[in-house]
């Protein structure tokens, strides 16, 4: 009953982006979420939103939190007519490029900023650097289409075997071990992976790595490393592969499993029972997150290999990319309004019925006085 009302939830709100005068959002790729025209400064009491700025806003990067930036986006806008969107959900790598390159005001990455980056950024961000603001929390969902199989479970050495073409049919003895009295069919196994640079990917691997006990031989990284299998581009892209695909199986933010009705598979980490991929498990795997950042950096370090009860492991945390110092003078005021609102109550509470975890509090107060602070 949960899951329908997830479902029903997000219908409305995908309805409401559908209708929506002041938005014309499109297919992951070619997204164009843009605001109306109109009043400027003021103050939304309906959404709690302080509007600042105007003009146009240009942003992309992340996948993984394109349903979430949609949703700001709409509320956003619907409040702020004066200022105009733009959300490509291009990928992390793509996204941090376009950043670096000076064409966007932000950027959005599954994987925080690598040192290399940061540096990088100090040419753009006059007088400061590159900074990774969390915002989007939530479990990184490991789909399967596998005919008569429900409440499928795995766990990290295998995961790492079937994406890396170790473990190639349905009905193999590792599988079956973990699903007594399945029903597993002698079905070849459709691995699906990102084509393009993804911190779904860098994070997924990660897990690989951390978790599987040797059996993940590659380095994780945005861009994928393993063995055989197929490409797609986007989450959308293998999220789609799974949905029509007999057989498949791939790794992609929850919410697009929850729109698509794609099962997720159950993770064996070592706890007591196997952990579902829902909002709350992957919360307490966030909540139990350590910061990495420096200074004003706000990225954490995720603990893949968790075997807290009730923690789901495969989890990802979206950060939002911004210069500390630097920023474009004429799209600061709407950067720092747009960003304040994505972290605020009511930003973040709109995240839940879509699939993803809110920020916990501490991290969101933290967020909110960093971006007042951005120059």
Do not use: C, H, R
């Given at each position: 009953m949960k899951l329908q009302r997830k479902n029903r939830v997000r219908a409305l709100a995908v309805g409401a982006l559908a209708v929506s005068g002041a938005l014309a959002l499109t297919a992951c790729g070619s997204d164009n979420t843009t605001g109306g025209s109109g009043g400027g400064a003021g103050s939304a009491k309906a959404a709690n939103i302080k509007c600042d700025g105007k003009g146009k806003l240009l942003a992309s990067g992340s996948s993984a939190q394109k349903n979430a930036m949609d949703v700001w986006v709409q509320n956003y806008a619907g409040a702020c007519q004066g200022t105009e969107i733009n959300y490509q959900p291009t990928g992390s790598g793509a996204g941090v490029t376009t950043f670096l390159q000076g064409q966007t005001a932000f950027a959005g990455s599954d994987s925080p900023l690598k040192p290399e980056e940061i540096t990088k950024s100090k040419s753009l961000c006059k007088g400061g650097q590159a900074i990774d603001l969390p915002m989007v929390g939530g479990p990184i969902?490991?789909?399967?289409?596998?005919?008569?199989?429900?409440?499928?479970?795995?766990?990290?050495?295998?995961?790492?075997?079937?994406?890396?073409?170790?473990?190639?049919?349905?009905?193999?003895?590792a599988i079956k071990k973990l699903n007594p009295g399945a029903k597993l069919p002698d079905l070849k196994i459709q691995a699906f992976h990102r084509s393009d640079d993804s911190g779904t990917t860098d994070n997924f691997t990660k897990y690989l790595k951390a978790a599987s006990g040797g059996a993940w031989k590659h380095e994780p990284g945005k861009k994928w490393e393993g063995t055989g299998g197929q490409a797609a581009s986007g989450s959308a892209g293998v999220s789609s592969q799974v949905k029509q695909t007999s057989g498949a199986i791939s790794y992609f933010e929850l919410s697009y499993a929850t729109a698509g009705k794609i099962p997720t598979v159950k993770v064996n980490t070592g706890a007591k029972a196997p952990v579902e991929a829902t909002v709350d498990n992957a919360s307490a795997a966030i909540a139990a997150a350590k910061p990495a950042g420096q200074g004003n950096d706000l990225a954490l370090k995720l603990d893949y290999a968790t075997?807290?009860?009730?923690?789901?492991?495969?989890?990802?945390?979206t950060n939002e990319i911004v210069c500390d110092?630097?920023?474009?003078?004429?799209?600061l005021p709407a950067t720092k309004s747009f960003l304040t609102y994505v972290a605020s109550k009511d930003g973040q509470d709109a995240l839940k019925a879509l699939g993803y975890a809110p920020l916990p509090t501490e991290i969101a107060d933290k967020v909110r006085k960093t971006v007042a602070t951005l120059s």
């Open positions: 969902a490991v789909g399967y289409n596998v005919p008569g199989v429900d409440g499928l479970v795995l766990d990290a050495p295998t995961l790492a075997k079937i994406f890396d073409s170790q473990i190639t049919n349905w009905n193999d003895p075997k807290a009860e009730g923690a789901y492991p495969i989890t990802l945390v110092k630097g920023n474009k003078a004429d799209t």
